[in-house]
């Protein structure tokens, strides 16, 4: 038997509050997606858009400008319409950024069975999924309503004052639109990943959940002769909430308009299934083989 | 601390996996020192450690660490350091970056764990390769970094699944060497190990496993004393082996002898071992042989896994 001589000092220093340990997880769930140059790459690209769309402003506002080379053509008002396109844009973008850093966030720790290590830690499953949902939500930020609001305050400022107060709807739909959109594209990325290992794989399943049953819907839609077919077809359903936020009118005939609370009934239930997918996948238990 | 929490209790375990048998009504109390598992792949070992270390819960009965439960979390997981069986590091991460992530997760500040995984670090004996990737290490260099994650934050319990694997002969003396002097400064050491004639030199006691369920626990040789269906072989050192040999087949306890290869002992098998030991008594007294040493040859977790367990790994 061994002699036991109770020496050994357990840890007696302060410890942090629990909200800073969920920080540890996204400042590593951060650099592990700014990590791959093409992520890089890819943030790089969604700024191509974005310079396009403030050059039209520049233009739109100098006089000069306007008269030498747009002979005041009116593609570039500057209005809830050139903001929806600005936002159409940057969102579908976030998509592709999405499906890119998701799996990087998740898949990885699965496929390297990381999740027993990092949960024998005093971060809790609820933790270690908020960390990778602000990290990617984070990620998915400068891509989104960051350079939208960006583009609406250099507005402002080109223009005569008026235009800001008056259009101050615009940017409040800007926010509140991107911010669901990437909240929602977050919580799917997170939920397709922990159940796919393989990071190719997860990225096509994200793209094949938004975009698969949105043709399902249409097929739907066209049969059946009905508007609630497109309550599968994510575009169609963004679009038209992102046309309310903004104040635009809607391009789609009156009679296939859904009800803004029947889109965002979809949106709840579908982030309850992620949900659901997470609790069912983010588990510490190691998997044991042999 | 009472002395009544100073154990890692299960009480009345099970656990299920949907449809699958994790571990069946596991009745546990560990106390301080090592302990080991024992038992064959998919026994129930890993499950009963993700028990003791909260990443499972039971699906019914109790498990306590220490008096305390995963339910509080924090003092629960500063008092458990777990060393996972398989690679299962986070991506990228160097061994420093790795170590100290894992204490600021502990809720250390970062003065703290600064200095925690220097110590942890010095304490594995990882060196200068604690500045590389986890990717570019070895196997044995995995295990170490593994071993200083589980430990730097000083915790009381140590689980450690399968910790000499891939460990060359020297850095599994020196990862036992480590083992022993934890257990002695009064830490809970909970391995699971297929090298059993290694972990059986510093073992307090073994658990053995099969199937999901306890096969036998307790200090290894009063274990082996239980098993009483097995006869106990006990190889006996002497100058004439023949002559003792045949001596103690004079009394029928005796059920099988085997000369040593050198020729200068004897192993005896004998069912009796209290009537043995009465016997060879009496033998030496007389002095008709000449005996330099008596131990047992079969008293060791091998042996009682080959035992109660066998080979195919069900209970026998």
């Known amino acids: 038997m061994s002699v036991y001589k109770h020496a050994y000092s357990a840890y007696t220093g302060r410890l942090t509050p629990l909200w800073s340990r969920v920080v540890v997880v996204v400042r590593y769930a951060v650099e592990e997606a700014l990590s791959s140059r093409i992520t890089i790459g890819l943030f790089t690209l969604s700024m191509l858009p974005v310079f396009v769309y403030m050059v039209g402003i520049y233009l739109a506002n100098n006089t000069l400008a306007r008269t030498l080379v747009l002979h005041r053509n009116p593609?570039?008002?500057?209005?809830?319409?050139?903001?929806?396109?600005?936002?159409?844009?940057?969102?579908?973008?976030?998509?592709?950024?999405?499906?890119?850093?998701?799996?990087?966030?998740?898949?990885?720790?699965?496929?390297?069975?990381?999740?027993?290590?990092?949960?024998?830690?005093?971060?809790?499953?609820?933790?270690?999924?908020?960390?990778?949902?602000?990290?990617?939500?984070?990620?998915?930020?400068?891509?989104?309503?960051?350079?939208?609001?960006?583009?609406?305050?250099?507005?402002?400022?080109?223009?005569?004052?008026?235009?800001?107060?008056?259009?101050?709807?615009?940017?409040?739909?800007?926010?509140?639109?991107?911010?669901?959109?990437?909240?929602?594209?977050s919580i799917l990325g997170l939920a397709l990943s922990s159940w796919v290992k393989w990071r190719v794989v997860a990225t096509g399943a994200i793209f094949a959940v938004v975009f698969v049953p949105a043709g399902i819907g249409g097929i739907i839609t066209g049969v059946l002769r009905t508007k609630w077919g497109f309550l599968l077809n994510v575009p169609v359903m963004m679009t038209q909430l992102w046309q309310r936020f903004l104040g635009e009118p809607e391009v789609m005939r009156a009679d296939l308009h859904l009800p803004t609370v029947a889109i965002l009934i979809v949106l709840t239930l579908a982030c309850a299934i992620c949900v659901m997918m997470l609790n069912a996948r983010i588990r510490g238990r190691e998997v044991v083989r042999g | 601390m009472t002395a009544m929490n100073d154990a890692i209790i299960f009480e009345n375990v099970s656990k299920f996996y949907g449809e699958v048998l994790g571990v069946n009504r596991v009745t546990l109390n560990i106390p301080p020192g090592v302990t080991t598992l024992v038992g064959p792949n998919g026994s129930g070992k890993t499950t009963l450690m993700n028990l003791m270390t909260g990443l499972v819960q039971p699906s019914s009965g109790h498990v306590s660490v220490l008096g305390l439960t995963h339910v509080?979390?924090?003092?629960f997981f500063r008092q458990v350091g777990y060393c996972t069986q398989f690679d299962s590091f986070p991506r990228r991460l160097t061994g420093w970056q790795f170590l100290l992530d894992s204490l600021l997760l502990h809720g250390m500040s970062e003065g703290d764990a600064l200095r925690l995984a220097d110590e942890a670090l010095q304490r594995v004996r990882l060196g200068n390769a604690a500045s590389h990737r986890i990717e570019s290490y070895s196997k044995g260099m995995r295990q170490k970094i593994r071993l200083a994650q589980a430990i730097a934050h000083h915790p009381h319990v140590l689980v450690l699944d399968e910790p000499l694997n891939g460990l060359d002969p020297m850095a599994r003396a020196e990862s036992l060497g480590l083992f022993q002097e934890l257990s002695r400064l009064g830490m809970h050491l909970v391995i699971s190990s297929h090298i059993l004639d290694e972990v059986d030199r510093i073992s307090d006691r073994v658990v053995l496993i099969t199937g999901g369920y306890i096969v036998a626990e307790g200090d290894i040789h009063q274990v082996r004393r239980e098993v009483r269906d097995k006869p106990m072989q006990v190889l006996i050192r002497c100058d004439q082996p023949e002559l003792l040999a045949s001596r103690m087949f004079t009394s029928n306890h005796c059920v099988e002898a085997r000369l040593h290869a050198d020729g200068k002992g004897v192993f005896l098998r004998t069912a009796d071992v209290d009537e043995f030991y009465r016997l060879l008594n009496q033998i030496a007294v007389e002095g008709l042989v000449t005996i330099e040493a008596v131990?047992?040859?079969?008293?060791?977790?091998?042996?009682?896994?080959?035992?109660?367990?066998?080979?195919?790994?069900?209970p026998s």
């Not at chain 1, 850093?101 to 990092?118: E, G, H, K, Y």
């Not at chain 1, 270690?128 to 507005?155: E, N, R």
């Open chain 2, 295 to 314: 131990a047992p040859a079969d008293d060791d977790t091998l042996a009682i896994y080959q035992y109660l367990i066998g080979s195919d790994g069900s």
């Open chain 1, 75 to 185: 593609v570039f008002e500057i209005d809830a319409r050139y903001f929806l396109n600005v936002l159409e844009t940057q969102c579908w973008i976030a998509l592709g950024i999405a499906g890119w850093i998701a799996p990087r966030l998740v898949s990885f720790d699965l496929a390297d069975n990381a999740l027993p290590i990092l949960l024998s830690h005093p971060v809790s499953r609820f933790g270690y999924v908020l960390g990778k949902f602000i990290a990617l939500f984070a990620c998915l930020s400068p891509v989104t309503w960051l350079p939208c609001l960006l583009l609406f305050a250099y507005q402002g400022y080109s223009s005569a004052q008026p235009w800001f107060v008056t259009n101050l709807r615009i940017a409040g739909g800007l926010l509140a639109g991107s911010l669901l959109w990437i909240a929602f594209l």
């Open chain 2, 72 to 75: 509080d979390a924090d003092r």
